[in-house]
């Protein structure tokens, strides 16, 4: 297990050592330009300050990643990394872009002082199962509509399958060894419930209907309302399905808003007052891509980023095979994921990519082994990257 995956936090949201705070730092020299401190971060592990700051820089607005390291040196990292931040699970997420991998998120790794790119894991207890949320678009007779689609993986044997997809966001949450607590729509219902996904069996069971608040999982208690007009807060226990009303919002907040924060040291709030940032040496922080999976085809291994099964069908990104193996794609319409069509030509053998025989999430496009092998190619298979 690297940085890039975490046991997700049972009740409170992680300590963070984040403080955020707003600092204009005047500039005294007529050639440095005015710095903003937006936030910064402490890191534990190198004793380090991460800022992130803006300013102009000629007719630009410049935003970039400042660290101060244990010395009292000053560098900026490369400007691709934007800005970080911490997560709830305690991750430095980095802001970049890769138009050439567009897959997952970022993540800066202190230990190793390297921003990982690809999937970020919440992880179940034990770690063996991860879950990840991904984003897809679709047109339907009411419009185009956002999907929260969820993928879990088996950490163990690096399967991964999409096992829900929901108009609103699921929110899942560990709530055992292997089982995730989650927003749903009950259609024959029309209402809010919540449902509960066993990732050993991969069934999801209807708890009740209402809308889910909040989950303490150390004590295997819910917070929700019921679907009426006075929204009520009513606590569900996971032990025997019982339900209650909450007694006060003493309890309620003492059973899932309880947050302890330890005293943590505060960097200090301000820049120097001569700070040029043009002065300032540029350090390279490796950005290290994660392949989850290596796809063997007619003897060519080719690693991607992942690859999942949706209902029973393996899906395999396509950007990585067609530039390994030279395959030519031509848009006849907009490359949009609710209106597309794809052409896919390897020498006289085509096939054509629509949302009806595709796939497309967070800007990649995945298709199938069948159409794969539509292409002129017969021996494909998909392993796990150790």
Request: charged content about 20%.
């Amino acid at each position: 297990m690297n940085k890039f995956t975490r046991r997700s936090g049972k009740l409170a949201v992680l300590s963070l050592a984040a403080l955020l705070f707003s600092v204009s730092v005047p500039a005294f020299s007529f050639a440095a330009p005015e710095v903003n401190v937006q936030s910064y971060y402490s890191d534990s592990v190198n004793g380090s300050v991460l800022y992130n700051i803006n300013y102009t820089e000629g007719q630009q607005y410049a935003g970039q990643i400042l660290e101060k390291r244990q010395d009292g040196q000053y560098v900026k990292w490369q400007k691709e990394l934007k800005e970080i931040h911490l997560d709830s699970e305690g991750r430095y997420r980095v802001y970049s872009f890769d138009p050439e991998f567009p897959y997952g998120a970022y993540v800066y790794d202190p230990s190793s002082r390297t921003v990982l790119h690809g999937s970020v894991y919440n992880l179940s207890p034990d770690g063996k199962w991860g879950i990840v949320e991904r984003f897809e678009y679709k047109r339907s007779q009411y419009g185009i509509s956002k999907i929260n689609d969820y993928y879990i993986k088996n950490m163990e044997t690096g399967s991964i399958n999409l096992f829900t997809s929901s108009s609103i966001s699921a929110v899942p949450q560990w709530t055992g060894e292997h089982r995730l607590i989650m927003r749903g729509y009950n259609v024959a219902h029309k209402q809010n419930e919540i449902v509960a996904y066993d990732s050993e069996q991969g069934i999801t069971t209807s708890l009740t209907l209402g809308s889910l608040y909040a989950v303490n999982a150390d004590k295997g208690l819910l917070l929700f309302a019921k679907n009426e007009p006075l929204r009520k807060l009513w606590i569900y226990d996971l032990s025997n399905g019982e339900t209650r009303l909450a007694k006060n919002d003493q309890e309620v907040n003492d059973l899932f808003y309880s947050v302890t924060n330890p005293e943590v040291e505060r960097p200090e709030l301000k820049l120097p007052d001569d700070f040029d940032i043009a002065a300032v040496p540029e350090t390279k922080i490796p950005v290290q891509s994660i392949y989850e999976h290596t796809v063997t085809i007619d003897g060519h291994s080719i690693p991607v980023p992942y690859a999942f099964y949706r209902n029973g069908t393996l899906w395999i990104p396509l950007r990585p095979l067609s530039k390994a193996l030279d395959w030519k794609i031509r848009s006849t319409k907009s490359a949009s994921s609710f209106s597309y069509l794809y052409s896919v030509t390897v020498g006289t053998s085509g096939i054509r990519l629509t949302p009806d025989n595709s796939f497309i999430a967070d800007d990649t496009m995945f298709i199938t082994e069948k159409q794969i092998q539509s292409l002129g190619y017969t021996d494909i298979s998909v392993m796990t990257k150790k």
